[in-house]
């Protein structure tokens, strides 16, 4: 069974620029969720699809944050304009059900640098 | 609200030797526990989890933890550590709520 993807891996943008980051969740997997994890912290839920509806986006700093889940399937994270403070480990990971008790799968994630 | 705290930042250990990473966690209602493994580089991995039952869980690599109410606690335990074991490990909280909250990590190092 593939995992959850993420790209690109890694990336290096300017402060005031914009970035984007792709995730293609396990097959079949109705649930998705992005997390930031900044150096030294635990990962933080800025977003959870179910399907492709938004169940929660109640940590996700709009006013520069946006993302989407087409077809309920791959899902996008954008950031514009970037901040020095967005630097983190973005990821992305899956799960098959909505319910709480169910494993959610994580991808290898995309380490953002700001400078 | 809940919230995952993990008393130890940092925890070195030589090979062969027991490890114990505590976990606390502040919830006036059920939950959900989980611990997950971070190699360097890579997403994390499901170690083991507690829904309900028995208290004593069971994971992968010889990993196991104790649900405890009383203390709201979710200590996780290896009675014996490899090198490969080296890795951040987080302790997680699900309420009904489908939300998965994350302490703030435990770097484990082991020493040959």
């Known amino acids: 069974e593939a995992g959850v993807a993420q790209s690109p891996r890694y990336k290096i943008i300017e402060k005031r620029q914009s970035v984007a980051f792709w995730c293609n969740p396990i097959?079949?997997?109705?649930?998705l969720y992005w997390y930031q994890q900044i150096l030294g912290q635990g990962p933080k839920l800025l977003i959870q699809?179910?399907?492709?509806?938004?169940?929660?986006d109640s940590q996700l700093p709009k006013d520069r944050f946006s993302a989407e889940r087409l077809k309920g399937v791959d899902s996008t994270l954008k950031i514009q304009p970037a901040k020095l403070e967005d630097s983190a480990v973005y990821l992305c990971?899956?799960?098959?059900?909505?319910?709480?008790?169910?494993?959610?799968?994580f991808g290898q994630g995309t380490r953002l640098t700001v400078v | 609200a809940q919230s995952v705290t993990q008393l130890d930042s940092q925890v070195p250990v030589f090979e062969e030797a027991p490890v114990e990473l505590r976990c606390n966690y502040s919830?006036?209602?059920?939950?959900?526990l989980f611990w997950y493994v971070q190699y360097p580089n890579q997403g994390l991995q499901l170690l083991l989890k507690y829904l309900s039952g028995s208290t004593l869980v069971k994971g992968i690599n010889g990993f196991e933890a104790e649900f405890n109410k009383s203390q709201t606690s979710f200590h996780l335990r290896k009675p014996s550590v490899h090198i490969s074991d080296t890795a951040e490990y987080f302790c997680?909280?699900?309420?009904?709520?489908?939300?998965?909250?994350f302490g703030a990590g435990t770097t484990v190092t082991v020493r040959a």
């Open positions: 699809f179910q399907n492709n509806g938004v169940v929660d």
């Open positions: 097959s079949g997997h109705a649930t």
């Open positions: 997680a909280v699900n309420l009904n709520d489908y939300k998965l909250s």
């Open positions: 919830s006036s209602v059920s939950v959900y």
């Open positions: 990971a899956s799960s098959s059900s909505d319910t709480s008790n169910t494993e959610a799968f």
